[in-house]
C-alpha cells in the first residue's frame, strides 16, 4: 500500500515535471519606461563669462572716455565741458534706467514681436543662472550688463547732432524718453527673443540699425528741429582741440573690440572672426576717408582720419559676426568714401548736424546693414544667413526692411519726442546763454581756467 501511494505520487509528480519543462515559460511583465532624465541646467563657462565682462567694460570705455574726447574736441572751448558731460551723465542715467525697466522692455517676454513685456522689471527674474536665449553660457546678469553698454552709447551719439545749443536739463528729459520709447522697442524687435525684426531674419550682429541708424536718423531729426547753431555758416565753428579728438577716437577704436567681438557672447573662433574684421574694416574706412579727401581738397587731414576711422567702425558693426576679412575690406573703404561725401553734403541742405552724426552713423550704420545682406556668409556664422553674393539675394531684402523700418521709428519717434519737450520745456537754451557758451551757462564752471597775463606763480 505504502509503496503504491509513493508510486502514484511519484508517477504525477512525473506528469507535473513534463508539462513544467514543455510549458513555454510566459514573458515577464513589460517593465515600466524609466522617467526621461531632466535635463542639466545650464552651466557658466568662466571663460565666455570673462569675455564678456571683460567685453562690456570694453564698451563702456567708449562712452566715457572714448565718445566724450572725440565729441569734445570738436567744439569750441566755451562748449567742451557740456559736450563731455553729456556722454558722461547718459552713462549714469541709462545705467538706472535700464535696472528699472529699459532691459525688460527691451529683451524682456515678447509682446506680438514690438516689445519686451514688464515682467523683469527691476531686474525681477534676471539672475545669475543662464538664459538660453541670451547666453546659455553666461550669467544672465552679465548679458544684461554688456546690453546696457549699448544702450549708453547710443544716444550718446545723437548729443553731437545738438551740440552746443540744448538746454541740459531738456536733455536729461530727452534722454530718458528716447531710450524707453526708441531704443528698448528697436533692440527688442532686432535681437529680442520674438522680435518681428528678427523672426524675418535681419541680421545685424552688433548694432548696425540698433545703434547707429537709430543714432543717426535721430540726429538727422534733432539738427533739423532744434535748429542751427548762431552764427552758422557765418562765423568759424572749427575744432578746438584735434588731439583730443583724435584720443577719444582711438579709444573708440579699441573699445569696439568689445562691441563686435563681444557680440559673439562667446570666447572662440566668432569672436576671433568678429575681432579681425573689426580692424580690417577700420583701417580700411580710414584710408577710404584719407585719400577721397586728398583727392578732392588737396590734402588730406587728421580730422578726416579719425572720422574715416569711426566710420568703418559704424560699418562694419552689423556685418561683423558675418563677413570674410575679404569683405570687410570693402565694407570699410566704401564706409569711408560713403561717409565723407555725405557729411560734405549737408552744408548744401543746409541743416546744421554739429559733429556730423547723420554722415557717420546715420550712412555708415545703412551701409554697413545693406552690406552684411551683400557679404553674409554661412561659412563664417551658420546661425547667419548666407547674402546676395553667396546666392540668396533675399538677405539683402529683408536687410532693406530693417533699414526703413529703423529709419522710420527713428526720424517720426524723435520727431514727436522733441516737439513735444519743445512745448513742455523748450529745447534750446537763450541766445545770450548759447554766446556764453554751454559750460559756463549750464554748469557755472570754464574747460581751461587760464590766469591773467600778469600771474607769475606762487611766491617762493
Keep these: 500500500m505504502t509503496l503504491a501511494v509513493f508510486f502514484a505520487l511519484f508517477f504525477i ?32 563657462d568662466s571663460g565666455d563669462t570673462a569675455w564678456l565682462l571683460t567685453s562690456s567694460a570694453l564698451v563702456l570705455v567708449m562712452t566715457a572716455p572714448g565718445l566724450a574726447l572725440f565729441y569734445g574736441g570738436m567744439v569750441r572751448p566755451k562748449n567742451a565741458l557740456a559736450t563731455i558731460m553729456h556722454s558722461f551723465i547718459i552713462l549714469a542715467l541709462i545705467s538706472v534706467q535700464w535696472v528699472l525697466w529699459g532691459y525688460s522692455l527691451a529683451f524682456g517676454p515678447d509682446k506680438g514681436g514690438i516689445i519686451g513685456g514688464l515682467e523683469w522689471i527691476g531686474l525681477r527674474g534676471v539672475g545669475l543662472t543662464p538664459n538660453p536665449d541670451y547666453g546659455a553660457t553666461v550669467p544672465h546678469q552679465a548679458y544684461m550688463v554688456f546690453q546696457l553698454m549699448f544702450a549708453v552709447i547710443t544716444p550718446a551719439l545723437i548729443t553731437g547732432a545738438f551740440a552746443e545749443r540744448m538746454k541740459f536739463s531738456t536733455f536729461i528729459v530727452f534722454t530718458l524718453a528716447w531710450a524707453t520709447f ?21 541680421l545685424d550682429f552688433a548694432g548696425g540699425t540698433v545703434v547707429h541708424i537709430s543714432s543717426g536718423i535721430s540726429a538727422l ?76 581738397r588737396g590734402k588730406p587731414t587728421v580730422l578726416g582720419a579719425a572720422s574715416g576711422a569711426v566710420a568703418g567702425l559704424v560699418a562694419i558693426t552689423p556685418a561683423s559676426g558675418f563677413v570674410t576679412p575679404m569683405a570687410s575690406i570693402i565694407i570699410g573703404a566704401g564706409a569711408g568714401f560713403f ?39 554661412k561659412t563664417i556664422n551658420p546661425d547667419g544667413g548666407d547674402g546676395l553674393f553667396y546666392g540668396n539675394p533675399a538677405q539683402l531684402g529683408t536687410q532693406l526692411i530693417a533699414v526703413v523700418a529703423s529709419w522710420v521709428l527713428a526720424f517720426f519717434g524723435t520727431a514727436i519726442i522733441l516737439k513735444v519737450l519743445d512745448a513742455i520745456m523748450g529745447l534750446r537754451v537763450s541766445q545770450e546763454d548759447e554766446m556764453a557758451g554751454l559750460d559756463l551757462s549750464q554748469h557755472s564752471e570754464n574747460a581751461y581756467a587760464l590766469e591773467s597775463p600778469g600771474f607769475a606763480g606762487p611766491k617762493p
Design 13 to 44: 509528480s512525473g506528469i507535473g515535471l513534463g508539462w513544467a519543462q514543455q510549458a513555454p515559460a510566459q514573458a515577464p511583465p513589460p517593465a515600466a519606461p524609466a522617467p526621461a532624465a531632466p535635463a542639466p541646467p545650464p552651466k557658466i
Design 339 to 377: 561717409c565723407y561725401n555725405a557729411c560734405n553734403v549737408k552744408a548744401r541742405l543746409g541743416y546744421d548736424d554739429s559733429l556730423d552724426v547723420v554722415g557717420v552713423h546715420g550712412i555708415g550704420g545703412t551701409w554697413g546693414a545693406l552690406a552684411t545682406g551683400l557679404f553674409a556668409t
Design 221 to 296: 531729426a534733432a539738427a533739423l528741429i532744434i535748429g542751427k547753431r548762431k552764427g552758422y555758416g557765418h562765423e568759424p565753428m572749427r575744432p578746438h582741440n584735434l588731439p583730443l579728438t583724435v584720443t577719444g577716437a582711438s579709444l573708440l577704436w579699441f573699445g569696439w573690440f568689445g562691441f563686435n567681438a563681444g557680440s559673439a557672447i562667446s570666447a572662440g573662433a566668432l569672436a576671433t572672426s568678429a575681432f579681425v574684421v573689426t580692424n580690417t574694416a577700420t583701417a580700411a574706412a580710414a584710408l577710404g576717408w584719407m585719400f577721397s579727401e586728398w583727392a578732392m
Design 182 to 202: 526708441i531704443y528698448d522697442p528697436l533692440a527688442h524687435w532686432v535681437w529680442g527673443t520674438g522680435g518681428w525684426l528678427k523672426n524675418r531674419g535681419a
